[in-house]
C-alpha cells in the first residue's frame, strides 16, 4: 500500500470498522409519541392542500380557467389530505402472531 506502517494499520482499521458497523435503517419508522403522530397529521392535511393548490393555479394558468381549476383542486386537495388523515389515525397495530398452545 504505502511505505508507512502507521497508516496501512489505520487504513486497515477504517475498513474493518466499516464493515462491522451498518448505518441506522429508516426504513418502516414510525412516531414513538403522540406528538409525532399528531404533527405527521398536521403534514399530511397541509400536504394535501398545497398541492391540490397548487395544481389548480398550475391548470388556471395554462388553460386560462380562471378560477374554477383552482376551486375544484382546493377541494380535491383538502379531500386527499383528509383522506390521508383517516388513513394515518386508523392505521393498525400488526397483532403478535401467538399460536395456541393450550391443549
Known sequence: MS?????????RKIDLAKKTTQPPSLKGVKPLNLAGKFFNVGVELVAGV???????????????????????LF???????MLNIYRALTQ????ENKKNTHV
Open 3 to 11: 511505505d508507512d506502517p502507521t497508516l496501512d494499520t489505520l487504513k
Open 50 to 72: 398545497f398541492v391540490g393548490t397548487g395544481m389548480g393555479l398550475l391548470i388556471d394558468w395554462a388553460f386560462g380557467t380562471s378560477p374554477w381549476g383552482l376551486i375544484s
Open 92 to 95: 393498525k397495530k400488526p397483532k
Open 75 to 81: 377541494i380535491l386537495g383538502s379531500a386527499a389530505g
